[in-house]
Nanobody, 128 residues
């Protein structure tokens, strides 16, 4: 059984930073792409970032490009999302997701259907 467990969320002031972690168990972590999505109250879930199995390919939503960095440590079965220069509009529940393949092209990596497994989510709140 594949499990994804996020951590690292919290309350931060605008301009601050947080690092989210997502630990995976139950399958070979290093064989699959990983993604981060978020959902704000009253809004649909949206793509934030993704990283291929090897870490060689990363993709970002335009809204976070230059502020967020996705990375992974395959030895620790963990994917990270470093979030800098946070804005109030970044407030959302953040979800990590386990992909179906190792290196989906950008168009597919941004779609929720590309991911088979989801964490429970972690709340990020940015105050102004």
């Amino acid at each position: 059984q594949v499990q994804l467990v996020e951590s690292g969320g919290g309350l931060v002031q605008a301009g601050g930073s947080l690092r989210l972690s997502c630990a995976q168990s139950g399958r070979t972590f290093s064989s699959y792409a990983m993604g981060w999505f978020r959902q704000a109250p009253g809004k649909e879930r949206e793509f934030v970032a993704s990283i291929s199995a090897s870490g060689g390919f990363t993709y970002y939503a335009d809204s976070v490009k230059g502020r967020f960095t996705v990375s992974r440590d395959n030895a620790k079965n963990t994917v990270y999302l470093q979030m800098n220069s946070l804005k109030p509009e970044d407030t959302a529940v953040y979800y990590c997701a386990g992909g179906r393949r190792s290196a989906p092209p950008s168009f597919y990596a941004r779609r929720a259907v590309e991911y088979d497994y989801w964490g429970q989510g972690t709340q990020v709140t940015v105050s102004s």
